[in-house]
T-cell receptor, first 112, second 110 residues
Framework: NAGVTQTPKFRILKIGQSMTLQCTQD?????MYWYRQDPGMGLKLIYY???????DKGEVPNGYNVSRSTTEDFPLRLELAAPSQTSVYFC???????????FGQGTRLTVV | GIQVEQSPPDLILQEGANSTLRCNFS?????LQWFHQNPWGQLINLFY???GTKQNGRLSATTVATERYSLLYISSSQTTDSGVYFC????????????FGKGTHLIIQP
């Protein structure tokens, strides 16, 4: 069972570059989420989606964009990378917010 | 939004010891989960426990929803239990995602 799969696992970006973090889930979950984790902190919600074609902002959305064209995929786009976006990014999915959420293995991003 | 406070922030124990980690939250919750983040950064689901008591091997958890706290018990600690333990909740208001505490950093020494 794959669950939630994120790629890449590691990436180094230069300031101003763009990239897309990929996330796919095979559990047919309606809800998908992107979180970031800064050193010594818990995770903070960036964006979430309640189904294909529907996305909404979380606590820290600035500097990011998302799309949800299928149930399975929820990519996160960084358009102009900044050092403040150096973090570990986690994708998650659940049937709904009241049920158990499952997380991917994370993407460690460094912006230099 | 809902506030989540975990205690203690750091805990150092010898192998074989027992421990209790606490999670306080500021509002009623529809979802509460405990996670273990291992030294490689992976988030491992431990318990989905918005109320009641559950046990899984050496680990157990209790959530008293009416008093707005949850406890994670680890018995007979092993070095592989080291890492950060997070409590995360969803209260039904605001963004539809989990709100995380800052975690308890547990170190089990051999």
């Amino acid at each position: 069972n794959a669950g939630v799969t994120q790629t890449p696992k590691f990436r180094i970006l230069k300031i101003g570059q763009s990239m897309t973090l990929q996330c796919t889930q095979d559990m047919n979950h309606n809800y998908m989420y992107w979180y970031r984790q800064d050193p010594g902190m818990g995770l903070k919600l960036i964006y979430y989606s309640v189904g294909a074609g529907i996305t909404d902002k979380g606590e820290v959305p600035n500097g990011y964009n998302v799309s949800r064209s299928t149930t399975e995929d929820f990519p996160l786009r960084l358009e102009l990378a900044a050092p403040s976006q150096t973090s570990v990014y986690f994708c998650a999915s659940s049937s709904n917010p009241n049920t158990e959420a499952f997380f991917g293995q994370g993407t460690r991003l460094t912006v230099v | 939004g809902i506030q989540v406070e975990q205690s203690p922030p750091d805990l150092i124990l010898q192998e074989g010891a027992n421990s209790t980690l606490r999670c306080n939250f500021s509002d009623s919750v529809n979802n509460l989960q405990w996670f273990h983040q291992n030294p490689w950064g992976q988030l491992i689901n431990l318990f989905y426990i918005p109320s009641g008591t559950k046990q899984n091997g050496r680990l157990s958890a209790t959530t008293v929803a009416t008093e707005r706290y949850s406890l994670l018990y680890i018995s007979s600690s092993q070095t592989t239990d080291s890492g950060v333990y997070f409590c995360a909740v969803y209260s039904g208001g605001g963004a539809d995602g989990l709100t995380f505490g800052k975690g308890t950093h547990l170190i089990i020494q051999p």
